[in-house]
């Protein structure tokens, strides 16, 4: 009965200023978690701004790099291919030496020689010809410099070829120069005023 009676009444504890002195006061409040939280993201955040910074600086040294290999390469890139002109400028030479006249079957086999191996470099280069010849005209493809008017022929083939073209990788290198065939003559020619129009009459 006597604890039923304690456990009913609350506890006083006298805590002035009379009892404590003043270097034995204590902070009793507990650390804040949001600070704790807050702390630990300012540390992520310099960490992170750090290796930015470093990136920032890996990647500046590796532009410069990277622009002095491109104009070491862009200020040598014909070399290469040079060397080659040069091989068959030689050649060229050594045929100019022969007597055409003495011996023109040697003269004709150096030519042919030189040819090919023109033919390899541009190879090599990804150089290949416009087959133009019997093809539908192109304007990406050709340049057509003279019209002629034959019946017996598709409208828009390409009769003749004056200058080969050719095409490097994927791309036009030199449009193909043509004579191209068309049924209806036009009078004015506003679009090339170097065309010519011819009247071919088609043999029976």
Do not use: W
């Amino acid at each position: 009965m006597h604890e039923d009676n304690e456990k009913g009444h609350e506890v006083e504890l006298d805590l002035s200023d009379n009892d404590l002195e003043e270097n034995d006061i204590i902070e009793l409040s507990p650390e804040d978690p949001l600070h704790t939280q807050l702390d630990v993201e300012c540390q992520r955040s310099k960490e992170l701004l750090d290796k930015l910074q470093r990136l920032q600086a890996e990647f500046e040294n590796y532009r410069k790099r990277m622009d002095a290999r491109f104009s070491e390469v862009t200020k040598f890139a014909s070399e290469e291919i040079l060397v080659k002109v040069l091989d068959i400028y030689d050649n060229i030479l050594r045929a100019l030496e022969m007597d055409f006249t003495d011996d023109p079957q040697a003269a004709k086999d150096g030519i042919s020689a030189i040819e090919q191996q023109i033919n390899k470099v541009l190879s090599m280069e990804g150089v290949r010809p416009i087959e133009s010849i019997g093809t539908q005209f192109d304007p990406y493809y050709q340049h057509a410099v003279q019209r002629v008017h034959d019946p017996d022929k598709p409208d828009g083939e390409i009769l003749e070829e004056y200058q080969r073209g050719y095409m490097l990788k994927e791309r036009v290198l030199r449009p193909a120069v043509v004579c191209v065939n068309r049924h209806k003559v036009p009078t004015v020619d506003v679009d090339n005023d170097e065309d010519t129009d011819v009247e071919m009459e088609s043999g029976e």
